[in-house]
């Protein structure tokens, strides 16, 4: 299907949603290992929710069974497969998490992201999501 250069596009991505077992957790992991940045905030309803930040996107934490809506079709820890792009080398990543006993599941090895070539590492965080670290090659 040949792409209308006149339609609406999107441009970035702003946050998404992780549906996660424990939240405490889930900040625990990301803050600790990824360096991200707890941030609980409230809504425009006056609720207040959980968030980890990073560069100018942040992931949203639903708590299992608990979810606000709307929501995905089928929420679940652990489906998520997520690449975030760092600027340290990947020798120090190898350190930090070793230093946390974070296992690498695979790495460092040559992928390919939405902008070129990777070098990437592949961990899991406590919901059993798939995290890769990446430094563009």
Same mark, same amino acid.
């Given at each position: 299907?040949?792409?209308?250069?006149?339609?609406?596009?999107?441009?970035?991505l702003?946050?998404?949603?992780?549906?996660?077992? *424990?939240?405490?957790?889930?900040?625990?992991?990301? &803050?600790?290992?990824?360096?991200?940045?707890?941030?609980?905030?409230?809504?425009?309803?006056? @609720?207040?929710?959980?968030?980890?930040?990073?560069? /100018?996107?942040?992931?949203?934490?639903?708590? /299992?069974?608990?979810?606000?809506?709307?929501?995905?079709?089928q929420?679940?820890?652990?489906?998520? *497969?997520?690449?975030?792009?760092? @600027?340290?080398?990947?020798?120090?990543? &190898?350190? /930090?998490?070793?230093?946390?006993?974070?296992?690498?599941? @695979?790495?460092?090895?040559?992928?390919?992201?939405?902008?070129g070539?990777?070098?990437?590492?592949?961990?899991r965080?406590? *919901?059993?999501?798939?995290? @890769?670290?990446?430094? /563009? *090659?």
């Open positions: 299907m040949p792409q209308d250069t006149t339609a609406p596009a999107v441009t970035a702003d946050h998404f949603v992780l549906t996660v077992a *424990d939240i405490p957790a889930a900040v625990l992991f990301y &803050q600790t290992a990824l360096g991200m940045k707890a941030n609980a905030f409230s809504t425009a309803t006056g @609720e207040v929710r959980q968030a980890l930040l990073f560069g /100018r996107s942040k992931i949203n934490l639903h708590q /299992r069974g608990s979810e606000f809506e709307p929501k995905a079709a929420p679940t820890p652990g489906s998520a *497969d997520l690449c975030f792009l760092t @600027e340290a080398p990947l020798s120090a990543w &190898q350190d /930090r998490l070793a230093a946390l006993h974070i296992a690498i599941e @695979e790495g460092p090895v040559l992928r390919t992201g939405a902008q070539p990777l070098m990437s590492l592949y961990i965080d406590p *919901d059993g999501n798939l995290i @890769e670290i990446s430094v /563009r *090659d």
